[in-house]
């Protein structure tokens, strides 16, 4: 291909400008404006005011759910090994091995929860000083700071990332009538080799019998996290007002695209391989939803019923639902399409 030919291909491939007017912008405007140049759309869409909004709630929920995912992996690590104590010569010297990686997974954990709590805290207050939401100090002292749990947490956190790992040991004790009973605690004895504690935690540890139960610790630490960032999560909605919902709006129209893009491709690789797609199903559908499907024996309703679930983004326009329509087999008037 000469130079001449190589420029005139680059110029009809290449990305045109938008047409954008101020917003607000209408479902086609976004579209028409993607196809001729997606980054550039993107870049007006998440230019918006209402993406700051967006972008902190998403970064919140991504780092609550990690912090109670950490949580539950600790809880259950601990559930295991508490099982795994009451099997026969699980303390004996040919389990040894067995025993010790029971007790790493437990104590691995407990690190990552440590970690994944003190970064939430942190990724709240960036969240805090960009957003600025009113009440903010008020809950996180009414929640936090009048609560030993908090302030021993963030310092569990720093002796863990700057001290040495701090074990998690386990104590079993057999209860009359009711048998054996296996908690994990970081004991008290550990906990006051260290002279790095505040004051008010050291008091703390001091009156502990035994030590610290890390199951009752991090419930009562994990249910005020949560009642904090639900607050917290809807203060910003409602400090995002319209503008978040406008630029949800926008994104629902671009992933939208997206989404129509793909089915358009998987009707059409479904047509010419003459697949019968009531018997794939399955691979899209979880199975209270197929009940619901075929909780009516009418094909058309079936179909709408479908695309009621799988279109999230409202993206199947009545050309695309003639299109669904064909491949399961509905023969419709085309005044029937829109459902």
């Keep these: 291909m000469d130079k001449r030919a190589l420029e005139i291909l680059r110029k009809a491939t290449a990305p045109k400008k938008i047409r954008l007017g101020q917003p607000p912008w209408s479902k086609e405007e976004l579209t028409q404006a993607y196809f001729r140049n997606a980054a550039q759309t993107m870049l007006r869409v998440t230019s918006r005011p209402g993406a700051k909004y967006s972008n902190a709630i998403d970064a919140l929920d991504l780092s609550v759910a990690l912090f109670n995912n ?3 992996s600790l809880f259950d690590s601990i559930e295991t090994y508490r ?14 091995s067995e025993e010790e990686h029971y007790q790493l997974t437990v104590r691995r954990n407990l690190f990552s929860v440590v970690a994944a709590a003190l970064a939430l805290v942190e990724h709240s207050r960036v969240v805090q000083k960009k957003l600025m939401i009113p009440d903010y100090q008020e809950h996180v002292d009414q929640e936090f700071k009048n609560h030993v749990d908090h302030r021993l947490i963030q ?3 720093d002796y863990v990332l700057h001290s040495r790992l701090l074990p998690a040991d386990w104590q079993t004790t057999i209860k009359y009538g009711e048998g054996k009973e296996t908690r994990f605690y970081i004991r008290k004895t550990v906990l006051l080799s260290s002279k790095k504690w505040s004051r008010s935690v050291s008091e703390y540890i001091r009156s502990l019998d035994y030590g610290v139960d890390i199951e009752e610790l991090f419930l009562a630490y994990r249910s005020r996290v949560l009642a904090f960032h639900t607050w917290y999560r ?3 909605e409602i400090a995002g007002d319209w503008v978040l919902r406008e630029y949800r709006e926008y994104q629902r129209v671009i ?5 129509r893009t793909s089915y358009q491709i998987l009707i059409q690789t479904a047509r010419g391989a003459k697949i019968d797609p009531f018997k794939r199903l399955n691979e899209y559908l979880f199975p209270h939803e197929i009940e619901y499907v075929f909780s009516t024996q009418d094909l058309k309703e079936q179909v709408d019923r479908i695309i009621e679930i799988l279109d999230e983004y409202n993206a199947c326009d009545d050309s695309l639902r003639s299109e669904v329509y064909k491949l399961f087999g509905v023969a419709v008037e085309q005044d029937d399409v829109g459902g």
Aim: proline share 4%.
């Design 234 to 236: 809807g203060a910003i």
């Design 255 to 259: 992933k939208g695209i997206g989404w």
């Design 70 to 72: 950490a949580v539950e």
């Design 83 to 96: 099982q795994k104590s009451i099997e026969p010569k699980f303390g004996s010297r040919i389990r040894r």
């Design 155 to 157: 310092e569990l956190r």
